[in-house]
């Protein structure tokens, strides 16, 4: 998920699974190696120093937000079109191992994979969104510290690792069924057939993301005592 750092010096970073966060959301770079700052695009850093000037007018932080929007749009449904692709597909695999008796799960992998990278995708879309409109109420409200803080996952505690867990479970449980919603209709009979139900879908969904979840937050847990030892 992505974060606002708690200045304009640090800026937002997309989720991946070597990463604190996925699903959208940002990480600041407290507890980071200054290293990091080197991958992050120059573009976006600007982006964020300008959020950061008081001076700038609320017209002002508007078009630089929807400015942030648009950098992160693609990279970020890009990024959760291959979650949702590995997540649902993992989960399809898992319960059909489970249950080999369950019809439902005995479904074609390759539209598992096309289900779970639609659904993901535009659930990327959808969170990216609602995490910059929450960006924007906190710039226009002046409280982007306490946004930055909340959203902040390289301070992470028990209630924030719990917290993130069910938000990567919640999302591969409605990107599934999303995806067969948009893709049965642009299916024949019998490929709607051979596709996972919503209810089956939005199960391995669950299942396969909140696995993920769990390797993310072991390995982000691990980068952080790393980084602080260093």
Known sequence: MLTVPHNAGQHPQPPS??????????????????LEAHHKPKRLRRVLTR????????????STVATLWLLGAVPGMGLYAF????????GQAVLRAIHPNETGYATSIRATMQIGALGG????IILWTVILLGLLFAVLSGDLKGFSRSMN????TIRKSVGALAVYTAVGAASG???????KHHRSASERADMLGVADAARAGAFGWFLLAISWLLNHQSNLLKSREH
């Open 83 to 90: 979650h949702g692709f590995i997540g649902l597909t993992l």
């Open 121 to 124: 995708g535009v659930m990327g």
């Open 177 to 183: 069924p999303l995806g067969v919603a948009i893709l």
């Open 17 to 34: 699974a070597s990463e604190s966060i996925r699903p959208g959301t940002t990480d600041t770079a407290e507890t980071q190696p200054d």
């Open 153 to 156: 996952t390289s301070t992470q």
């Open 51 to 62: 959020l950061g000037d008081e001076d700038l007018s609320d017209a002002g932080k508007v």
